[in-house]
Structures are given as C-alpha cells and as structure tokens.
C-alpha cells in the first residue's frame, strides 16, 4: 500500500517561512510529484510538480516564494515556502503520478499539513 505522510506544517506569522516534508513509501525518483493546497471554502489548487527529470512548475501565486524539490534516494518531497502570506493558508497535500512519464494523473495523496498564516 503506498503512503504519502506530510509533515512540518504550522502557524507562522505573515513574512515567516516554513518547510514541509513528504515521506513516501515508493521510489519518487521516477514519478511526478506535485503538492496541492485547499483552503476553507476553495477548490483545491496545484501549487507545485516535480517531474522525473527535475523540472518543476509552479502556480503563480507562489512563484518566487516556494521551492519544490525532493531527495530521490530517500523518497522524501519539500516544500520550501518563504514570504508566507496569509492567503497560503491552507491544508497542504503531497501527491504522485504513479506514471512513469505522466505529472496529471495524482493517484496517491497524502493526509495533508495545515499551514496558517497571520498577519
């Protein structure tokens, strides 16, 4: 069974950062990983993917701020997030495309982390 577990959200101050973590159960190195948010109220959002490659994209909300990166020989996926603004404030999810050369089809999500901002 694959498990996706996130770990290192919190309650920061408007400008704070933060550093979330996604362990999984199954080799990341050739997969497509990305993380979702959802807020209260809001459709959940794609914030960040990492292809197999290394390649990563970002929603433009977060581009300049967040940094997705993920460490293949331990299967773990981060997410760096500086400036941290209110509006980030959400439950973060990490998920994976059990494709081998797909990033659309998220199969496997984690239980998310919340991340809440104030100002």
């Known amino acids: 069974q694959v498990q996706l577990v996130e770990s290192g959200g919190g309650s920061v101050q408007a400008g704070g950062s933060l550093r979330l973590s996604c362990a999984a159960s199954l080799n990341i190195g050739f997969l497509c990983m990305a993380w979702f948010r959802q807020a209260p109220g809001k459709e959940r959002e794609g914030v960040a993917t990492v292809r197999r490659d290394g390649t990563t994209t970002y929603t433009d909300s977060v581009k300049g701020r967040f940094t997705i990166s993920k460490d293949n020989a331990k299967n773990i996926l981060f997410l760096q997030m500086s400036s941290l603004k209110p509006e980030d404030t959400a439950m973060y999810y990490c998920?994976?495309?059990?494709?081998?050369?797909?990033?659309?089809?998220?199969?496997?999500w984690g239980q998310g982390t919340q991340v809440t901002v104030s100002s």
């Open positions: 998920a994976a495309d059990p494709n081998v050369y797909g990033c659309a089809d998220f199969r496997y």
